[in-house]
């Protein structure tokens, strides 16, 4: 049987080497004079659970937090150079990898294939990639979306992947917006435009022509109300029940919480994270009217 004695010298040990982790203050022994056995140790089971093991916890926070399941910076540069590498697997791959340290399928498009467009279109502004290998990242980052979107379970796209671009009706900035539908088209997307003058004249152009996703640009405060009206216009009008709206421009960056306020379902910071965001919108759609 175990010596009182040298229960109570382990207790007290435990105890402050538990105080000592993560150079914490030390207090003094814990004070036990209880002569039942049986109460000893469930007291030194008290002490473990509720001092020592917490104390552990928060000395290896730093170690923890390293496998929490979520991607980092350096997962969207190496996947990035995956991406505008020459083998199609790889990528793939290495998306597996993270998924076996604890990366959820459900963060996919949050926290690695967009961040990851958004990375490659940083590259594309600073001249540190071309157009064309922007393009081959952006391409091999769509057939992932259809890789982890089950798509294979819905019928087949046909003449889908088809976008509608416009400015709010009222705002004149199109520069961001050309360049959205430059890189859809390079991602084998229709793509159409037209200039509205008014929120109502998108309506009948959705009661005429399918169109899967529309992505609206805004550069500022003053033509929220016009974009508001808009997509509720292009909702109540669309041939397709399914349709996204996605939006974007200077105004979203500051302000990311106005995707909510216009109704919209998403926001993408440059030209190839809006191919990414399309393309994740697109499967929603499309395994929503299965």
């Given amino acids: 049987m175990t010596d009182v004695s040298q229960m109570d010298a382990s207790i007290d040990t435990l105890r402050e080497r538990s105080h000592s982790v993560g150079a914490l203050v030390l207090e003094p022994p814990l004070a036990i004079d209880i002569t039942d056995l049986e109460k000893r140790e469930k007291r030194l089971t008290d002490v473990i659970a509720n001092e020592v093991i917490p104390r552990l916890?928060?000395?290896?926070?730093?170690?923890?937090?390293?496998?929490?399941?979520?991607a980092d910076q350096n997962d969207i540069a190496q996947l990035a150079r995956l991406v505008v590498g020459p083998d199609n697997s790889d990528a793939l791959d290495y998306i597996y990898q993270l998924r076996d340290r604890g990366l959820s399928l459900d963060l996919l498009?949050?926290?690695?294939?967009?961040?990851?467009?958004?990375?490659?279109?940083?590259?594309?502004?600073?001249?540190?990639?071309?157009?064309?290998?922007?393009?081959?990242?952006?391409?091999?980052?769509?057939?992932?979306?259809?890789?982890?979107?089950?798509?294979?379970?819905?019928?087949?796209?046909n003449d889908k992947r088809r976008a509608l671009i416009i400015v709010t009706p009222g705002e004149q900035h199109s520069f961001g917006n050309a360049m959205v539908q430059k890189f859809l088209r390079a991602a084998g997307w229709y793509v159409s435009t037209t200039m509205l003058s008014h929120a109502d004249q998108i309506a009948p152009i959705l009661a005429e022509e399918w169109f899967d996703v529309i992505g609206i640009s805004l550069s500022g405060e003053g033509y929220l109300e016009s974009m508001k009206s808009t997509i509720k216009h292009a909702r109540a009008s669309s041939l397709n029940k399914q349709m996204r709206i996605m939006v974007g421009g200077p105004a979203f960056l500051e302000h990311p919480e106005w995707v909510q306020t216009v109704d919209a379902d998403g926001t993408a910071s440059n030209a190839p994270t809006a191919v990414i965001l399309a393309m994740k919108l697109l499967a929603e759609s499309a395994l929503n009217s299965k």
Avoid: M
Avoid at 57 to 70: E, F, K, P, V, Y
Avoid at 125 to 131: H, Q
Avoid at 136 to 151: H, M, P, T, Y
């Fill in 109 to 157: 498009h949050t926290e690695l294939l967009e961040p990851t467009a958004r990375y490659l279109g940083d590259l594309w502004t600073n001249d540190t990639l071309d157009f064309f290998d922007v393009t081959i990242g952006v391409n091999k980052l769509q057939r992932l979306v259809d890789q982890f979107a089950s798509l294979d379970q819905v019928q087949p796209y």
């Fill in 57 to 70: 916890l928060i000395s290896n926070r730093s170690i923890l937090a390293s496998d929490t399941g979520h």
